[in-house]
């Protein structure tokens, strides 16, 4: 309990918010480096995912791209890729680590959003005569949007906690509390960072859970909560006298 006094005193000791380690700097960068790699990540991942919702064709390359990069260690990719490109570009190594570990996730739930549609809303809308691109703007991208908000949802926590490695490279971010109290063993700074790093994710998480939530359209929204009270009135309706 003594430790975890001493992470919030350190957490909010006035020489926290000065110098160019003030955590609002530290903070600053981690979502920066958040941020930027969800966006191009989203920019690569979504309409791949999308094609393969609409057409149907290429989920198995899909998954097996998407489950071997989860495989591939973040920390080792991004020392990898900093020995390739050098130091001088640093940020960019992170920035690749960062977006292939976002990708899986994206990928996964633009095209299941897609995959989860009943084909026969699919059929109806096909029949009244509208396009193919009228189908995914007007049927599929609503109805699979809680699917992708989801997927985002997921990358966006593996990315925030992974950004977390770009101190160990002198990138800053909220990484860096914990790598530089380790080796000077102030288990204070330690918990105090891991603690803003949690902190930050669920604030993103819950945020990302609102907007989940808000991106069921309506008419399902009503339908799903209208259904069980349909299914009660069916028993009532079927009851003997």
Request: aromatic letters at 6%; proline letters at 5%.
């Amino acid at each position: 309990m003594n430790l975890f006094a001493d992470a919030f005193a350190w957490l909010f000791s006035p020489e926290r918010l000065q110098g160019p380690y003030a955590l609002q700097t530290l903070l600053g960068q981690h979502l920066f480096y958040t941020v930027v790699s969800v966006a191009v990540a989203a920019a690569i991942a979504l309409p791949i995912g999308w094609l393969i919702g609409h057409t149907g064709k290429g989920r198995e390359v899909a998954v097996a791209i998407s489950g071997a990069a989860r495989a591939v260690p973040s920390f080792g990719l991004l020392v990898l890729l900093v020995l390739v490109l050098g130091v001088v570009r640093t940020p960019l190594a992170a920035v690749i680590t960062f977006v292939l570990l976002a990708i899986p996730s994206l990928l996964a739930g633009a095209y299941t959003g897609l995959e989860a549609i009943d084909r026969r809303e699919i059929d109806a809308a096909r029949a009244t005569g509208m396009t193919e691109w009228q189908i995914f703007t007007k049927v599929e991208l609503p109805l699979g949007l809680p699917l992708l908000v989801g997927g985002l949802r997921a990358a966006v926590l593996q990315v925030i906690a992974t950004v977390t490695i770009a101190a160990y490279v002198n990138l800053g971010g909220l990484g860096w509390p914990i790598i530089q109290g380790i080796p000077l063993r102030r288990f204070d700074q330690v918990l105090g960072g891991a603690i803003l790093v949690a902190a930050l994710a669920l604030i993103a998480d819950l945020l990302l859970a609102v907007a989940q939530r808000a991106a069921v359209p309506h008419g399902v929204r009503v339908q799903q909560s209208g259904a069980p009270a349909s299914r009660r009135a069916g028993r009532v309706a079927s009851a003997p006298a």
